[in-house]
């Protein structure tokens, strides 16, 4: 069963950039089969897709300039770098496979993990 | 980026009743509309795709549908277990977008 498990520092100050990886295991990371995404949800708010990676990423319109994605096969791992943090990127963070052909929904989610943003 | 906007943002209901949720889109979107369950401190979980095909594992009771650019969950004969909250999803483009959500309370 595969399965997803975030990781990163759980305070990081403002202006400074988030760095989080998403570790794979029980299978492989393809990249040729499934996009991989990451999605963060605030305290006591909704879910907010940030990105999902498929050689490209697709990030949402307003933090394009902000987000960086990549994907390592080779450690079964995809990360995400959010620059120039502020308190409003305070959230629960998830990694999350996009199942595609004919599916077009997150089927796998990781546990997700709390970054807060604070000096 | 398609807006997609879910309601009721909350509806109380008793054990038995059924319920429905609707999601709109700010655009004309295609039939890759997915819907999730999400518990308190649990990621979500995903119900339907598609608009109307039940993830396996998911119990019938749940059921998806659209009429033009709404795309409704109905939960028949709710379940203690079914009190969370849900959230649309749509794939007709990137980025792809939630819809608010809505938290199913019990009466």
């Known amino acids: 069963q595969l399965q997803l498990l975030e990781s990163g520092p759980g305070l990081v100050k403002p202006s400074e950039t988030l760095s989080l990886t998403c570790t794979v295991s029980?299978?492989?990371?393809?990249?040729?089969?499934?996009?991989w995404a990451w999605i963060r949800q605030p305290p006591g708010k909704g879910l907010e897709c940030i990105g999902t990676?498929?050689?490209?990423?697709y990030s949402k319109s307003s933090l394009k300039s902000r987000v960086t994605m990549s994907v390592d096969t080779s450690k079964n791992q995809f990360s995400l770098k959010l620059s120039s943090v502020t308190a409003a990127d305070t959230a629960v963070y998830y990694c999350?496979?996009?199942?595609?052909?004919?599916?077009?929904?997150?089927?796998?989610w990781g546990q997700g993990t709390m970054v807060i943003v604070s000096s | 980026d398609i807006q997609m906007t879910q309601f009721p943002s909350s509806v109380s209901a008793a054990v038995g009743d059924s319920v429905t949720i609707t999601c709109r889109a700010s655009?004309?979107?295609?039939?890759?509309l997915a819907w999730y369950q999400q518990k308190p401190g649990k990621a979500p979980k995903v119900l339907i795709y598609a608009t109307s095909t039940l993830q396996s594992g998911v119990p019938s009771r749940f059921s998806g549908s659209v009429s033009g650019t709404d795309f409704t969950l109905t939960i028949s004969s709710l379940q203690p277990e079914d009190f969370a909250t849900y959230y649309c999803q749509q794939a007709n483009g990137f980025p792809l977008t939630f819809g608010g959500g809505t938290k199913v309370e019990i009466k």
């Open positions: 999350a496979r996009l199942a595609v052909q004919g599916v077009w929904a997150f089927d796998i």
């Open positions: 655009q004309v979107i295609s039939s890759y």
């Open positions: 990676f498929y050689y490209n990423t």
């Open positions: 029980g299978g492989s990371l393809s990249i040729s089969e499934y996009y």
